[in-house]
Structures are given as structure tokens and as C-alpha cells.
T-cell receptor, first 113, second 109 residues
């Protein structure tokens, strides 16, 4: 089954404790991205990757890091989480950039206290 | 600045009561307009892609249309299972996907 898998689904952590949210896709997609979704603000892109070892900033990259060492994996790293990073996070992948539909993971609900 | 505005923010319908959701956009070079459905606590699920003005796509009770400035998602005779948040997004020349804030649809039996 074609899918994008995120882990964990739920995470509560404390300010400053480094964490990683994993994302993996099994569709051999070139393009992967991370979004955060907040009430009233919609989905905003954090980082994206057009291929292995090619990553770039989206609209709200501050406080986040990503890496793309393998085509299927695109982890999101929070080096020193803060309460304003409490949000619902989605990973997405698509065949290419621009004109193809994106497949989304099930989401990771992160709470930073 | 590229942006997407959806209206209304929330819509309550009775089962069988047809209606339309609006997505207005301004974008530098439209490469595609997308509609997604999102259920509570889940990731968005792809519905349609539209590429040029005049294009229409249909799927069961849903029909999406596109003009040069906006897109409509028409819902004919909705059922309670159509209740969800519907998201509109556009891809600009740079390949970036820009989302609207969504319309939360509730269909009561």
C-alpha cells in the first residue's frame, strides 16, 4: 500500500529537549516536505526536499532542521523545542515538484511544555 | 504575494442540501489547483487537480471547477459522511504549494 508514515503520532516533551519526528514514504517520490498546521493559520511549509541531499527552507523554518540522506526518509529535527512549536505536523511526498498531488502522513501532534 | 482564501470558514448543511465552497487565489503562474479533504486528526487526502480555466472534475457528489481567479467545490445532495474540512491549495511557478485555511463542512442527517 502506498503511504507516508510518520512517527510518533503523539509526543509531549519539555522545552529544550531535542527530538526527531521520522517520515518515510514507499512510493519512490522525489519531493518531500514538512508542514505545521495551527488553528486559524492553516498548513504552512517548514522545509522541503527535491531529492537526496537537496533541502531548502519553506515559510516557517526557524527552530527546525531536516536531512535527506535517503530518498524514502525525511526526518524533522527540533534541536531545542519551545512551546511555540506546539502544533500538528504533517509530512508529505509527491512524484515531482509543482503539478502532482501530494500524499500526506497521518500527522504528529507535538506538545512542548 | 501568492495567497489562497477560502470561504466560508464553516458551513452547516442538512443532508441533501446542495451547496458550494469557494477558493479565491492570486498566484504568479498557476501550475495547478488542488482540493483536499481532511478528517479530524488525519492528514489531508487528495481529491482533485485542476490546471486551466474552464476545467471541471467530478467524483461522486463532488464537482470542482476553475476560473482564472477562483475555484468552486460543488457538493450535490451531501451525506453526513461528507462532513470534513476541505482544503484548497495552489502550486506557483516555483513549485511551492500554498494552502487556504479550509472550509469546515458539517452535514446533519
Amino acid at each position: 500500500e502506498a503511504q507516508v508514515t510518520q512517527n510518533p503520532r503523539y509526543l509531549i516533551t519539555v522545552t529544550g529537549k531535542k527530538l526527531t519526528v521520522t517520515c518515510s514514504q514507499n512510493m519512490n517520490h522525489e519531493y518531500m516536505s514538512w508542514y505545521r498546521q495551527d488553528p486559524g493559520l492553516g498548513l504552512r511549509q517548514i522545509y522541503y526536499s527535491m531529492n537526496v541531499e537537496a533541502t531548502d527552507k519553506g515559510d516557517v523554518p526557524e527552530g527546525y532542521k531536516v536531512s535527506r540522506k535517503e530518498k524514502r526518509n525525511f526526518p524533522l529535527i527540533l534541536e531545542s523545542p519551545s512551546p511555540n512549536q506546539t502544533s500538528l505536523y504533517f509530512c508529505a511526498s509527491s512524484l515531482g515538484v509543482g503539478d502532482t498531488e501530494a500524499f500526506f502522513g497521518q500527522g504528529t501532534r507535538l506538545t512542548v511544555v | 504575494e501568492d495567497q489562497v482564501t477560502q470561504s466560508p470558514e464553516a458551513l452547516r448543511l442538512q443532508e441533501g442540501e446542495s451547496s458550494s465552497l469557494n477558493c479565491s487565489y492570486t498566484v504568479s503562474g498557476l501550475r495547478g489547483l488542488f482540493w483536499y479533504r481532511q478528517d479530524p486528526g488525519k492528514g489531508p487526502e487528495f481529491l482533485f487537480t485542476l490546471y486551466s480555466a474552464g476545467e471541471e472534475k467530478e467524483k461522486e457528489r463532488l464537482k470542482a471547477t476553475l476560473t482564472k481567479k477562483e475555484s468552486f467545490l460543488h457538493i450535490t445532495a451531501p451525506k453526513p459522511e461528507d462532513s470534513a474540512t476541505y482544503l484548497c491549495a495552489v502550486n506557483n511557478q516555483g513549485g511551492k504549494l500554498i494552502f487556504g485555511q479550509g472550509t469546515e463542512l458539517s452535514v446533519k442527517p
